[in-house]
């Protein structure tokens, strides 16, 4: 380590962010690999780290033995500072090297609050924004992840996008830039052009996107016949047969998650219509219970963690839990492992399931109701009714809780204020509920009420709502607020104005960029982060672009307009989508996958589906 | 072979000097854990192994006399255990012995460290430790101004290349502990500007007489 580093260690936060070297971080000699990744996540180490999909691609791309892939995680600002004060370049943890000499730089965004913190890492990097002004000698810039699937507000930065899932994408990738690379004559441009043939590769420069006056989109035209005038999304068909890692690197910090996360299975059947991470991840593949008894048991010997999370989008419609749970407890118990189950649903959280958990023992239980009345729960597919939340939080306290945690939104579309004091009413009930238990233990409870801002999100049924503005969500919280009476009920709120810059974000096109590159100017960064957040920047920047934010947040967009991601194939249709928004209007619930196929259109991307019509057998 | 009580000693050196104390002690659980060591686990609603560590080494200290109690509840190889235990860990941090834990960390009154200044002459250090070395404290009660000099025993001084050679012997009673990095803090003070940089090596442990801890 050199001397330059340790002196700025010395003065910085938790300085064990940025030294490596961890028990399972991969080494190569980088003489002998032909392509070499720097893998960046724009937030913390703590929060990178914690990442499963980083983890996943970390390991895979590894697998190569060509090529060479490090990690890169956004340094806090007062490492930051002392950086830029001795002109050290961001470098990545495994070689060292900083950024620049690098083949590939990826990102993974799984959020738009992370967006300024590309900037930022760039910046730090010494490595140009926009990718007009990175000729042949930069690294090739890439981004994936959720907040991928709109890729226009960040395509001015990246060449080129991996939409969906990257086990197998990415190594193409990999070796496409090997193989062109040892030819003569290599040009990131012949390259790009090859690489936006890869079924999941939108390479943002290739296509011309233009506006009516309005705003709104005129048309996107492919730059050439042989690139797709849609990118259709990447899945793994086979959940069972794709690499799991199962040699994790072990953190010396503490981070978000020191527990084995194992990943029961993508998508999910329930189709709540607010809900992003279900529409985007169908269609709904397992792994089989037999495979993921066998990766615990192997997970546990190569980390020693005492907690095994099974994770998912709602881990209760997984269809072998409990023959995934008996298999693990005929060994946990023994050694001192506990298994924890996030993403329950209500309707699904039983007495049977509570015995098999044991760490909701040690830690509060929250459920997500999401609306306060029942008509507005239906219409936002919530199938969940006051009786379900009722009868689980009864379950709660007959083993001895006396805290619940109530997620609720409030901006939905259809909301009234009656509404909004439905939540405040559920919540009296809960606490009712608790005094009238028998079980229940000798201690007043607490509910609380954590509410935040809806953002209509790409590829939801609601992607062509608006935001309420700012002045209604505030007057809604504020009459929340009001309703809440009883002593027994905390209640919590998120920031309105975070919700709006995320939701002008989540929605943008292409001409965001330049407001993203205004607000870095401005010094914006790790908007995640409330310390951090500076919602005057950001207007600021808006201003300074001659920019709406409202366009973005708060327009109901037409059926018929083209959508700044209609460039991009979810899987699930259009035509889909419109339906279940036309029926949210009259609270009308859609059935879950389970109950009958309600013809999504995700199961034209085929793999193992564990519920789609014509699956394989 | 060993087990009941049983000390480890291990060096903890490189960029693992910016790992701090809870970090380790994590680290060194999960490698146990990962080797399968049998520990004695306290009892109780969350149970955790019983580790005691020695003389607490700030974040930024490399060092090479770092021990580590636990309780074996079956018997061991300490060969064995060793070998099994450093393959869970990185090379920056070995244990480099095994052995039955005889002495009480109580009995440890001095530490032994090499520190490397790089813009402090031999002469200006000299200088420095001349007279009193006041440095302020802070503590959850407060902070006192304290002197440091009476608590650094024997040292040396030498030139090496660019940079000065600080050896030396400081008190390290549980009551009485001086902190390396405190020190660097009150040269620091003493001459008016920053140290650009150094680094600070625990080499030995010291019972009473002079008796090397093990």
Redesign the interface.
Known sequence: MNEKIEAILRKVSKPGRYIGGEYGEILKDKNSVNCRWAFCFPDTYEIGMSNLGMRILYGVLNEQPDVWCERCYAPWPDMAEKMREEQMPLWALESGDPLTSFDIVAFTLQYEQAFSNVLYMLELAGIPAKSCDRGEDWPILIAGGPATYNPEPVADFFDVFSIGEGEEALPEFSKLYIKMRKEENFSKENFLHEAAKIPGFYVPSLYTWSFKEDGTVASVTPKYDDIPRKISKRIVKDLDGVYYPTRPLIPYIETVHDRIMLETFRGCIRGCRFCQACMIYRPVREKSSETLARQAKILFENTGYDEISLTSLSISDYTQLFELTDKLLSWTEKEKVSISLPSQRVDAFTKELMERISSVRKSGLTFAPEAGTQRLRDAINKCVTEEDLLKACNVAFDYGKNTVKLYFMCGLPTETMEDIEGIAKLAESVVEAYYQNPNRPRMAPTVTVSVSCFIPKPFTPFQWEAQDDMETLEKKQAHLKSCIKNKHVRYTWHDARGSLVEAALAKGDRRLSKVLLRAHELGVKFDAWEEYFDFDKWMKAFEDCSVDIRFYANRVIGEDEILPWDIIDCGVDKRFLLSERHKAYRSETTGNCKEGCAGCGASKMGGNCTWCPGRPE | MVSGKTRMKFFKI???K???H??LL??M??????SRVPLK?SEGF??HPKMVFSLPLP??AESRCEYLDVILTQECDEEKLKEAINA???K?LQITEIYPADMSFEEIVGAEYDFVF?DISAEELEKTLEGELYIEKRSKKGSVMLDLRPKIGGYAIERQGQKTRFHALLGADSGDFVNPELLVRAIEKKRGKPV??Y?ILRLELYAANGRAFR
């Open positions: 490189g960029k693992l910016f790992i701090s809870l970090d994590r680290t659980k999960g490698a146990m854990g990962r686990y969350n149970p974040v930024g869970q860990l990185t920056e790089s650009e940089y680094s």
